[in-house]
């Protein structure tokens, strides 16, 4: 779980008392989450979420069998390195969830030169007024980021 989800999760749960008990450990799982995410390499990470803690068996879900396959190989060292005497972790149980992933955004490709001259012109040729504020600042966002 993302920490911004975390964050949003906590405001709604805090609001609704019945559901408050549920935030100890929406905040322990996120540790544990965490603390994953930074044994791993980053590739491996984001294919990564940790799920529950079920007495001293670590639940993680993968989006693909490499990582979990990766996951598995690992899974004593990681279960040492993420053990506590809090929270101790012996064993980790790794499934396949293509189901709950989210693609990756795709990058969107900026607008390049030839593209951005011509409406550079027509701005400077516009009486001002919305038209013209909005298409210096389509100007600036393309120029700022770099394409």
Known sequence: MAVSSLVRLRGLIKTERTLAVL??????????????????????????????????TLMVHCDNGAAASRLRSQAKSLAVALSRSDQP???LKVKVRADWSVPDKPE?????????????????????????????????HHRGSGD
Request: aromatic share 0%.
């Open 23 to 56: 935030l100890p450990e929406a905040e322990r799982l996120s540790r544990l989450d965490r603390r994953l995410g930074e044994l791993l390499p980053a590739a491996v990470a984001r294919r990564c979420r940790v799920m529950a803690l079920d007495g001293s």
């Open 108 to 140: 969107k490709p900026g607008l390049g030169p030839a593209a951005l001259a011509p409406m550079a012109d027509l701005a400077r040729t516009l009486p001002q007024g919305d038209l013209k504020a909005a298409l210096e600042g389509l100007l600036r």
């Open 89 to 91: 972790v012996q064993t």
